[in-house]
């Protein structure tokens, strides 16, 4: 399985959102850069069998570029697991529950994706590991998905994404 970990793009600043913050959405720059971003997963050997993202606006609206983007033919499904206060050794339990072969991306947030990644690759929390907004990484399993199982493939930010998205 290759699990994609994906940030979700620029949202409003906290400080410029008087709403719930589980509604606090993408800015119109946020959603053109996850957009962009997006673009460069196909150029990264992505070819998702499933899309999983965090139920708040601004996870759910990057998940929807990044399905636009790939013309993806099935369904975003809302995530508890990728929650920001989620217990990252819960997506072990819901990715346990997809096919070995497939392809997961999963839209979610800081320090929660991180914090997953590190117990993907070292079976704990990994120094250093962080991902920008509408970064991304590839964490490979060759047979079950549980903590310190999984091969860094890449780890990409915007930019790089960005970049690859031209190719």
């Given at each position: 399985?290759d699990c994609i970990l994906f940030r979700h793009?620029?949202?409003?600043?906290?400080?410029?959102?008087?709403?719930?913050?589980?509604?606090?959405?993408?800015?119109?720059?946020?959603?053109?850069?996850?957009?962009?971003?997006?673009?460069g997963l196909p150029c990264a050997d992505v070819?998702?069998?499933?899309?999983?993202?965090?139920?708040?606006?601004?996870?759910?609206?990057?998940?929807?570029?990044?399905?636009?983007?790939?013309?993806?033919?099935?369904?975003?499904?809302?995530?508890?697991?990728?929650?920001?206060?989620?217990?990252?050794?819960?997506?072990?339990?819901?990715?346990?529950?997809?096919?070995?072969?497939?392809?997961?991306?999963?839209?979610?947030?800081?320090?929660?994706?991180?914090?997953?990644?590190?117990?993907?690759?070292?079976?704990?929390?990994?120094?250093?590991?962080?991902?920008?907004?509408?970064?991304?990484?590839?964490?490979?399993?060759?047979?079950?998905?549980?903590?310190?199982?999984?091969?860094?493939?890449?780890?990409?930010?915007p930019a790089q994404l960005r970049a690859l998205?031209?190719?």
């Open positions: 399985m793009g620029i949202a409003l600043d906290p400080e410029d959102w008087d709403g719930a913050e589980a509604k606090r959405p993408l800015t119109p720059h946020g959603a053109e850069k996850a957009e962009q971003a997006a673009r070819d998702p069998t499933h899309l999983l993202s965090s139920p708040y606006v601004r996870a759910f609206q990057t998940a929807e570029r990044i399905h636009a983007v790939l013309r993806i033919s099935f369904a975003i499904k809302r995530c508890n697991d990728l929650l920001p206060d989620a217990p990252p050794h819960l997506l072990f339990d819901r990715l346990a529950e997809i096919p070995p072969d497939a392809c997961v991306i999963c839209v979610g947030h800081e320090p929660h994706l991180s914090a997953a990644a590190g117990l993907m690759l070292g079976a704990g929390p990994v120094a250093g590991l962080a991902f920008k907004k509408a970064g991304a990484c590839c964490i490979r399993f060759e047979g079950t998905v549980k903590p310190g199982e999984g091969i860094l493939r890449w780890w990409l930010m998205g031209k190719c």
